[in-house]
Every structure is written in C-alpha cells, then in structure tokens.
C-alpha cells in the first residue's frame, strides 16, 4: 500500500477507534490491561526474540552501547512492562468522572465531566517500554493511540503493538485503540503530524532535535518541553546542610535526565561559606564547574561559564555556577535563561520563599527540595506520559488528568431561557 | 514604521508587560479596572464622536444595518461598558489560587497553583464591546492582550484601547498589557499569528470564515469554535409539554446565535403526537421546517431537507427536522453531523438522560434544558471570552479559569531523591 494511504487509514481506525472506547466502562478497560498483562508475560521468548533481531540489527548499524542498552529487553524489563500495566490498571479512571457540579439561581444543575481527548499520537525514541506505558496510559484514560518508535526498535515495536492490540481486542475493545506504524521511512512522520482530522494532539518524547522537529512539522497540537534547564538558588537564609545535600542530589544522582539541575545560583552573602565545600563535594563526584568571574574568585580552578552555559542543558556531570546580588537577580537569571521546566530555592526566610513561589512561573517550582522529585510519580500521579513546559492544556508532569478534557453537562427540569 | 516591525513590537512589548503582570497583586489590578470604568464614563463623549467616525465610514461603504448596529455605540451602551468592568472587577481572581494540595509520603507538599497563559491575541469583527470585554477578563487573570478589531470599529476602538492602556497605566500596570493594533491592513493579522515566540493563545471571535482564516495561518494555538450546529432530541418518552417549551426556545428565542437549535431529532413513537403541534408553534414564528421523508409523512408542507441541511448553522428562523429509531440513532446522528457544541435531550426515561449524558461528548450536553443557556454567564462562570470546542486547554464555555494555566509547587524540608 502507499505509505500515506496507509498511516491515513492508521489515523482513521484510531479516530473510529476512540468513538467506542470513550463509551466502554473501566471494567472492560481494566480487563484489556489485565490481558495485556498476561500476554506479555506468556510471549516474552517471542519478544526477546524480536528484541534480539533490534540488537543484532543496532550493533551493525554501530550503534553505542548507552543506546544499545536502552533498546535492549531482558526477562526482567518485560516484568518490568508487566509491572507497569498492573500499576496502571489500579489508578483510577480518570473518565466520566464529575469534578465540580453546581445550581443555578434557576434550578438548573451545572457539572463538569472528564471525557478523553480522542486519538492521541505518540512519537518517540529507542526505549520500548515506552509503547507498553503510552499505550496503557491511552486506554486508561479512553483515548486512542497511534505509536511511532524508533526504527531501530521496530521487531520489538511491531511484536509488543501486535500483542497490546490483540489484548484490547479479547476484551472487545476494537483493536485499532492501540496501533503501531510499521512503517519506518521518516515520511510516515510528516504524513502523520498532517492528520489534524483525525488526531487531537501529539506527544513527543526524546531530544530536543526530535521534538523541534515534530513541532516544526505537525498541523497538530503538540505536549510537550525542550529541555531542562533546572536551577538551585541557594538564599543568603539557605539552611547549608540542605542546600549541600538538595544540590548534590540534583547534579549527581541521575545527571542524564531533564530533571537534574544545570545551574547553581548563589546568593553572594553566603557564597564563600558554601561554595568552597559544595565545590569539593562536587569535585569528589567528578563534577565539572564553570563558573562567573565572583565564582571563580572563591573557587579559583573553576572554568570560565560563558554566556552559552547558562542555557545549557548538559545531561552530564557539568555543572555552571553563578553569584547573585540577591533574590531579584536569581529570578531573572531564570526567566532569562530558563526552560520552564523546574526551579528550586534553597531558604529558611519565610518571604523569601513565598515570592519565590508566586513570582517563578516555571511548570514546577520547589522550595527545599531537590529538581529530581519533578516527576509524576514522585509527585503522586500514579503516572506519567511526559511534561509539558508550554502552559495550554497541560504544565508540567501530565498524569491520566492531562489525557482527558471537561465537557459541561447541564441537568433540567424544563427550562427554558428569557433574555 | 514597518508593518511586521511595528506588531512584532507591539508582542514583544505585551510579551514584556506579561512578565509585571504575572505577579501584580489583585488589588492593583481591581484598581485598573476601576480606572478602567472611571474612565470609560468620563471620556464617553470622546468615544461617541470617534464611534460616529466609523458609523459615518461604514455608510459610506454600504455596510448593511445589521452590521451598523453592531458597530454603533450609544450612551446606554458604553454604560454596559462600564457596568461590565464593574462586573469583571467583582470575579475573583484566579491567580495564584491552589487548586489542590497533599502531603507525599517523604513529606513533600505538592500543589497545583493558577498561574496566567502569558499574552492573549483576541481577533474579532465588529461589535466595539469586544475591545473592553476581552481587556478586562485578560487584565483580571493576569495577561497581557493584544486586540485587533474589524477594520470598520478602528476608530471607536483605538480610542478604546486609549482610554484602557491608560487606565492600566494610572493603577500602575505597564500600559503594553493592553493594546489595540491600530493599522487596518490584513497583512496585520499575519505578522501577528506569526509572534509564537510572544503570544501563547489566539481566540478569534466571530464568523465561521474569520476562525477559519485565523487556523489555518497561525503559528501560535487557537481556541476557538467553528459554528453550533445544536441539537435537541425528543425522546419517546419526553415530557410534551417541556419538549414544546424547549425546541421553541432553542430555535426562536434568539436564532442568530450559536447556541441556538439548527436540527430538531425526533423519536418515531413520539412524532405523530409532537410534530404536529409543535410544527404549528413554529409556523407561527414564521419558521422554516426542513424535514426528512418521514417528517413529510407528518407534516406534508416542510420543505425536503437535504444532505446539507444537516450540517448546516442557518442561525435563521429555519429548522431541520429528522424522525430517528431510537436513541442510539439520534446520537449517532449528532456525532456524525453536529459541531461539538450544545445537544440536548429531552426526556423523563432516567436511563436514557444517563446515555445521553455520557455517550455524547459535545462541549455541552443537556438534559431538559434549552441549549440557548450554553453560555458563560448562564452557567454562573462569571464571565465568557469564547466557546472551545476543541479538547485541548478548555471545552465549552471559556471564563476566567480558561485564561489561566497551572503550575506545580513543591514544598520540601531538604528532601533529596534516593532512586
């Protein structure tokens, strides 16, 4: 078939996909995750089999080892996947759910119901858990779901589609609620960010050249961020135990995620009481600084930041430090250079915090704690399809809230309207 | 200066003014309103002489009285004006408002905190209130807006946005949160949509071909409806009398308006005792009936109503009329004809009200009621600067809460992350 008529008729399915699964009851969505579930867990040889041709594929294509990790399954990823679905399957269905309901002076009743979006379109890397945890995020908040891996996970991809599909379809769900495009030419991309009939919105995961490049291309509302560029400002009232140890978590525990912290912003009055120890913490774990001029007069083998530092997002262990004034110029060194991702202040001062919190609009900003909570399941979401940094619909971490909208419904008794 | 200069300045500047706004108390705000409405009041004889300007231009254009009297402004009116600020004044303001908190299970307080979308471009036809409407839900919720009225209300709205950026200014908020683009040229309208890096939302306001135009160039997201293609559907066993009430409300009471019935859906076994005395009703209002075969069979003087009539808006004293089976009909008529808009029911039978409730997912659904209360300010939201009926963002109605986005807060006591 040609390749548009065929993702055309991808995203047709999807969208007559979604009419029905917005009617069916949780039961009957928390049954197709429990197949999917069992499936996975019965075909596991079938996927690491899948998985290996990847592989094998990946190693002659050269691929590194950190990318050839991330596509690799093993017996216990897929438990892993299996885990995951279960997870799942015990939130709580976000769909028909009434957030607020009220009376009008005239008797009329006003509620606010949650209903999926519709067809959603994910778009994404290596990993191949990520089609099992898309998929089922998907379905549980009755949308329709159109995957795109990849290519260099496409046996693993096209085997995992085929089994969450045929699990949707045993618990007679219409199997098109759960596809995965097949296709690998990077046409089937464009084609499909063109299907604005048929899709509601698109969610990008991977670097920041591949969601550019999505938003570039899509005729479609795209979820999504960039990048992180987290800060830690550490107040002149900081408590200095918890901004060595806030600081240290949110370099040094996972540096390679969007939620690690990429500048350290120090208030000047307690600068040379905290720089000197924080830099040899950091430098016991192989962190590389690049400091301002004031940095680099109390920690002197610092690097020199350059302006382009401060918007970086290393995804390593580098890290640019810089000296403020005060609380003002910590603020507007993150609106200047930030991502709109997650910001923290370290501080004991009650005022301090307080404008810290009013005044810092990133999609989440934390006093006392480390970047790295920023995250669905840290914040208690039971999930997480991805962030947003962009403010319509969804900021920040999306859970199953994000994956559906508010209808209004209004209850009657006759009435009818004067003027 | 240049077009593209002047408006790219016009974003940059609101872009500016958005960031002092953000954090401006309420207070300040309430207080701009309030000079807002001083204002408007004292300078009311300015505004009629820059109105009779564009009345005067529109005559000489031959523009139709319909049209005209949109655009004329009257002393009662620019009361409404003011009596409107004084409303807008009295909403609360839903920055900074937490939505919800709870405790993690580490002790770290997460919460969801109203935060304003940033700038707003409002892209409207005629009617001037728009202008000092849209200004003042957009000051209230903390955005900077950029308004571009029709070319035919640039007078009367250029003095508008005058009196408003000055208001703003005296109260001590940068007078770029509010500004009216003064170049009538379309070209404006392009260069403005273009501005995705300073404008977060379009809302454009008006007819069909306007929204339409207004998708298709911008770069920046549009909340929008298209038209309201409304149904109400009679079921067996509806209520006579309401369903008279009703059906005669939704399409007579005010038919050039969205909200308004477009296609009466009528249930077999109810339709030889409801047609014909409700035909005769409309008859009597001078309204248009346009029926399918069935219906003819009834009512042997309708008009044939054809493919098209199905999808049509005539916001005219016309009606389409279509006989269905049964309830699964009637709804499968309305998702594959309606807009997504306002579809009411009309029926006692407490199982079918349910279905209806949750198996048709237009941005209102209704039992009971006419769908002419598919407002803003019926449904108690205060306020309305449009109707969505796309999923993203807001569904429906769009008020205050519609203008702002929310942010996560995380309040922590030296919380660091283990895994």
């Given at each position: 078939?040609?390749?548009?008529?065929?993702?055309?008729?991808?995203?047709?399915?999807?969208?007559?996909?979604?009419?029905?699964?917005?009617?069916?009851?949780?039961?009957?969505?928390?049954?197709?995750?429990?197949?999917?579930?069992?499936?996975?867990?019965?075909?596991?040889?079938?996927?690491?089999s899948?998985?290996?041709?990847?592989?094998d594929?990946?190693?002659?294509k050269?691929?590194?080892?950190?990318?050839l990790?991330?596509?690799l399954?093993?017996?216990?990823?897929?438990?892993?996947?299996?885990?995951?679905?279960?997870?799942?399957?015990?939130?709580?269905?976000?769909?028909?759910?009434?957030?607020?309901?009220?009376?009008?002076?005239?008797?009329?009743?006003i509620?606010?119901?949650?209903?999926?979006?519709?067809?959603?379109?994910?778009?994404y890397?290596?990993?191949?858990?990520?089609?099992?945890?898309?998929a089922?995020?998907?379905?549980?908040?009755?949308?329709?779901?159109?995957?795109?891996?990849?290519?260099?996970?496409?046996?693993?991809?096209?085997?995992?589609?085929?089994?969450?599909?045929?699990?949707?379809?045993?618990?007679?769900?219409?199997?098109?609620?759960?596809?995965?495009?097949?296709?690998?030419?990077?046409?089937?991309?464009?084609?499909?960010l063109?299907?604005?009939?048929?899709?509601?919105?698109?969610?990008?995961?991977?670097?920041?050249?591949?969601?550019?490049?999505?938003?570039?291309?899509?005729?479609i509302?795209?979820?999504k961020?960039?990048?992180?560029?987290?800060?830690?400002?550490?107040?002149?009232?900081?408590?200095?135990?918890?901004?060595?140890?806030?600081?240290?978590?949110?370099?040094?525990?996972?540096?390679?995620?969007c939620?690690?912290?990429e500048?350290?912003?120090?208030?000047?009055?307690?600068?040379r009481?905290?720089?000197?120890?924080?830099?040899?913490?950091?430098?016991e774990?192989?962190?590389?600084?690049?400091?301002?001029?004031?940095?680099?007069?109390?920690?002197?083998?610092?690097?020199?930041?350059?302006?382009r530092?401060?918007?970086?997002?290393?995804?390593?262990?580098?890290?640019?430090?810089r000296?403020?004034?005060?609380?003002?110029?910590?603020?507007?060194?993150i609106?200047?250079?930030?991502?709109?991702?997650?910001?923290?202040?370290v501080?004991?001062?009650?005022?301090?915090?307080?404008?810290?919190?009013?005044?810092?609009?990133?999609?989440?900003?934390?006093?006392?704690?480390?970047?790295?909570?920023?995250?669905g399941?840290?914040y208690?979401?039971?999930?997480?399809?991805?962030?947003?940094?962009?403010?319509?619909?969804a900021?920040?971490?999306?859970?199953?809230e994000?994956?559906?909208?508010?209808?209004?419904?209004?209850?009657?008794?006759?009435?009818?309207?004067?003027?």
């Open positions: 078939m040609e390749i548009d008529q065929e993702i055309r008729g991808i995203a047709l399915a999807a969208r007559s996909a979604s009419r029905v699964l917005a009617a069916v009851r949780s039961g009957v969505k928390d049954q197709a995750l429990e197949e999917m579930a069992r499936s996975l867990g019965e075909q596991s040889d079938e996927i690491l899948e998985n290996s041709k990847d592989i594929a990946g190693k002659k050269g691929l590194g080892p950190a990318l990790d991330r596509l399954l093993t017996p216990e990823r897929i438990e892993g996947m299996v885990k995951s679905l279960d997870e799942v399957r015990n939130l709580p269905d976000p769909v028909g759910e009434i957030t607020r309901m009220w009376t009008r002076p005239n008797g009329l009743v509620g606010r119901m949650r209903i999926p979006l519709g067809v959603i379109g994910i778009i890397e290596a990993r191949p858990n990520v089609t099992v945890e898309a089922s995020l998907c379905l549980k908040s009755g949308n329709a779901v159109i995957l795109r891996g990849g290519s260099e996970a496409i046996y693993t991809n096209r085997k995992l589609g085929q089994i969450l599909a045929g699990a949707a379809g045993q618990a007679g769900i219409p199997d098109a609620a759960v596809q995965v495009i097949s296709r690998t030419e990077h046409e089937a991309v464009d084609i499909l063109a299907q604005d009939e048929y899709i509601d919105v698109i969610i990008p995961r991977g670097g920041e050249d591949l969601i550019r490049k999505v938003v570039e291309l899509s005729r509302p795209v979820l961020h960039y990048k992180g560029t987290c800060h830690v400002f550490v107040d002149a009232g900081a408590d200095l135990d918890k901004a060595f140890d806030i600081c240290f978590n949110a370099k040094v525990q996972r540096p390679g995620v939620n690690a912290m500048t350290l912003l120090v208030h000047k009055d307690i600068a009481e905290f720089l000197p120890e924080m830099a040899t913490r950091f430098r774990a192989r962190v590389e600084l690049r400091g301002c001029d004031r940095a680099r007069q109390i920690i002197p083998d610092m690097k020199p930041a350059e302006e530092d401060w918007f970086a997002e290393y995804l390593d262990l580098i890290l640019a430090v000296i403020v004034d005060n609380l003002e110029q910590g603020i507007e060194h609106r200047k250079y930030g991502s709109d991702h997650t910001d923290a202040i501080t004991e001062d009650y005022s301090n915090a307080q404008r810290f919190l009013r005044e810092v609009n990133s999609s989440s900003v934390m006093v006392n704690a480390s970047t790295r909570f920023s995250d399941f840290q208690g979401l039971g999930a997480e399809i991805g962030i947003s940094t962009t403010r319509l619909h900021y920040g971490p999306m859970g199953l994000e994956l559906v909208t508010t209808k209004f419904i209004v209850l009657g008794s006759g009435q009818t309207r004067e003027s």
